[in-house]
């Protein structure tokens, strides 16, 4: 079991950059792939970014690709998201995910992943 806590969420004018965290804590933080997901009010949960447990392979939506960057430190325990070029779209709740394999699921789909962050509020003013 791990258990994930995101921070760094905040208001950024668009145009802006904002660099979120999730910390991990439980079982060793090595062993897990992790994700960020995030949610707009009124949407469903949409995938962000996954990355391997290893950092050896990194995946993006198409809707943030050239803009956010996925990495995690091992030592440190934590996975961070850095968003640049944001837009009002962007705007959402981000959610932290982990699993230790996706047993031949896709790594873009959130039932892919058993543990979940609280998440941390991101909003961008237009």
């Known amino acids: 079991q791990v258990q994930l806590v995101e921070s760094g969420g905040g208001l950024v004018q668009a145009g802006g950059s904002l660099r979120l965290s999730c910390a991990a804590s439980g079982r060793t933080f090595s062993g897990y792939h992790m994700a960020w997901f995030r949610q707009a009010p009124g949407k469903a949960r949409e995938f962000v970014a996954v990355?391997?447990?290893?950092?050896?392979?990194?995946y993006y939506a198409d809707s943030v690709k050239g803009r956010f960057t996925i990495s995690r430190d091992n030592a440190k325990n934590t996975m961070y998201l850095q968003m640049n070029s944001l837009k009002a779209e962007d705007t959402a709740v981000y959610y932290c995910?982990?699993?230790?394999?996706?047993?031949?699921?896709?790594?873009?789909?959130?039932?892919?992943?058993?543990?979940w962050g609280q998440g941390t509020q991101v909003t961008v003013s237009s």
């Open positions: 990355i391997t447990w290893s950092s050896s392979s990194t």
């Open positions: 995910a982990a699993t230790t394999s996706w047993y031949g699921q896709s790594p873009n789909v959130d039932h892919t992943y058993p543990y």
